[in-house]
């Protein structure tokens, strides 16, 4: 952050805010927010609201397996606490109330948390799968020579009548 210019940039390393003076009592002391790059915040909510819509689309997607299901549901609710994180963003950028900056953090955190479940389920489907198709190939691989191959009937005359012209 820089000191003449209180815009919050996201690359730079932000100080601990400033301790009230010694003449201020604590309980006066309010810390005052910084102010938020608007141009950052618009590419924010522009790509959050990205991310939600996608995460609904492929969490109703995934609802058409009942299995996928299990990861489908809490990716749409993902999607859509991400959504109202976004309206509570917006409605800060339009007021300048920091009640909605918490309101932002509260819904983001039940973002995270649905998304972090929806994944972990995710891992514990492609680990099952694997699984499944490891165990078939070596099945396969180890019974290759039992397979008995049933002739097809009248297949040489198929291939009499192919080249005679």
């Known amino acids: 952050m820089d000191e003449n210019n209180s815009q919050f940039n996201p690359g730079e390393m932000q100080p601990y805010p400033t301790q009230p003076e010694q003449s201020q009592s604590y309980s006066s002391y309010q810390p005052q927010p910084p102010s938020i790059n608007l141009p950052f915040l618009k590419s924010f909510i522009g790509w959050a609201t990205f991310r939600a819509i996608i995460d609904i689309i492929f969490g109703s997607l995934s609802c058409l397996g009942i299995i996928t299901a299990v990861y489908g549901v809490p990716m749409i609710i993902a999607g859509v606490r991400l959504l109202n994180a976004i309206d509570q963003l917006k409605m800060y950028v339009a007021t300048n109330d920091l009640r909605r900056v918490e309101d932002t953090f509260n819904s983001l955190n039940k973002f995270f948390k649905l998304n972090g479940a929806a994944t972990i389920i995710k891992i514990i489907f492609a680990i099952i799968a694997i699984i499944l198709y490891v165990t078939v190939i070596i099945y396969f ?22 080249y005679s012209f």
């Open 141 to 162: 691989f180890s019974n290759l020579g039992n397979f008995d191959y049933a002739p097809i009937p009248n297949l040489d005359e198929y291939y009499k009548y192919e």
